[in-house]
């Protein structure tokens, strides 16, 4: 026995994607470099140190001594000798003149005058210690320095960007489709029937 039959036979729409990937491209140009530095203003100012030698007593205590310095020295040495030779010319003119005390002022002033005078002596040095003067005044330095300001011209450069965006191609590639077959069926005015 024969049924009728529908056979429907589809095939489904299929799509083709075409995709062309992205590119960016960065170049980056060097940027312009101008920088100055101009020196800074420099001032000094010295003072110079003074260091002072005072010889002359070291060369008195060696008798090397100016002129006017030994005149004045032997005028204080005469007048002091006179005056203690006055004194002692005095003294032995007051002892004569008391004869008659007694005490033997003959015979004293005899020893004193015949004798040789006795000098004391000891250790010395020649030049004697602290008879060169010595005197510093320090130096002095004053500086002045004015730093200049840095003089930048520098330019900086921006980049060259190239972008190509991606793209993306959407194509049908094939139709969709339904085939429908009738098979066993009768075609009756505007209906079907069944044979059997």
């Keep these: 026995m024969n049924f009728p039959q529908i056979r429907l036979q589809s095939s489904p ?9 992205g590119k960016m491209e960065i170049e980056q140009p060097q940027a312009e470099l101008d920088i100055q530095q101009p020196k800074a203003i420099l ?9 002072t030698i005072d010889q002359t007593e070291a060369w008195a205590d060696m008798n090397i001594k100016s ?17 203690e030779a006055t004194a002692s010319i005095s003294q032995d003119g007051d002892e004569l003149m008391m004869i008659e005390n007694g005490g033997g002022a003959i015979a004293s002033q005899a020893k004193r005058n015949g004798e040789s005078p006795i000098y004391e002596f000891n250790i010395g040095w020649i030049p004697r210690h602290g008879s060169v003067k010595i005197n510093y005044e320090p130096g002095d330095v004053r500086i002045d320095a004015k ?10 450069q921006k980049p060259i960007i190239n972008y190509t965006p991606s793209q993306v191609d959407i194509s049908l590639k094939q139709h969709q489709s ?18 059997i």
Aim: net charge negative; glycine share 4%; proline share 5%.
């Design 178 to 195: 339904l085939d429908i077959d009738f098979t066993n069926l009768k075609f009756v005015g505007i209906n079907y029937e069944q044979e």
């Design 67 to 83: 002129v006017f310095r030994m005149a004045e020295e032997n005028a204080q040495e005469d007048q002091q000798a006179a005056l």
């Design 13 to 21: 729409a299929s799509i083709a994607i075409q995709t062309m990937p």
């Design 43 to 51: 001032n000094i100012e010295t003072t110079p140190g003074r260091l």
């Design 147 to 156: 730093p200049q300001q840095v003089i930048n011209n520098s330019k900086s």
